[in-house]
């Protein structure tokens, strides 16, 4: 059973950094496309980026890219999340997910049904 918890969520002013973290069980993130998607209270879900474990290479929404940084370690089957000079519009839960067909590293999120149950990151200004 997949099972994947997301970690660090918190309560910044805007400017600030955080770090989450997504740990998996019962699927390996080695060769696999993991990545992250938000959805603020009321809106669409909306891909915030992933990563190719095979090579790591990153891919990233246009609106984090270059505030946010997408990073992972086999060994621990952990994938992290790093958040820099957040804005308020970053408000919103996030959630990760592990998926073989790499639709997730293209930015295809609706596709997925196993993410995890989310963590929330709220930015105040």
């Keep these: 059973q997949v099972q994947l918890v997301e970690l660090g969520g918190h309560s910044v002013q805007a400017g600030g950094s955080l770090r989450l973290s997504c740990v998996g069980s019962g699927v390996t993130f080695t060769n696999n496309c993991v990545g992250w998607s938000r959805q603020a209270l009321g809106k669409e879900r909306e891909w915030v980026?992933?990563?190719y474990t095979g090579d790591d290479i990153p891919y990233?929404?246009?609106s984090v890219?270059?505030?946010f940084t997408i990073s992972q370690d086999n060994a621990k089957n952990t994938m992290y999340l790093q958040m820099n000079n957040l804005k308020p519009e970053d408000t919103a839960m996030y959630y990760c997910a592990a998926d073989?067909?790499?639709r997730l590293?293209?930015?295809k999120v609706l596709h997925l049904e196993d993410w995890g149950q989310g963590t929330q990151v709220t930015v105040s200004s």
């Design 49 to 51: 980026g992933a990563i």
């Design 60 to 62: 990233y929404g246009d």
């Design 65 to 67: 890219k270059g505030r």
């Design 100 to 102: 073989w067909s790499r």
């Design 105 to 107: 590293c293209a930015g």
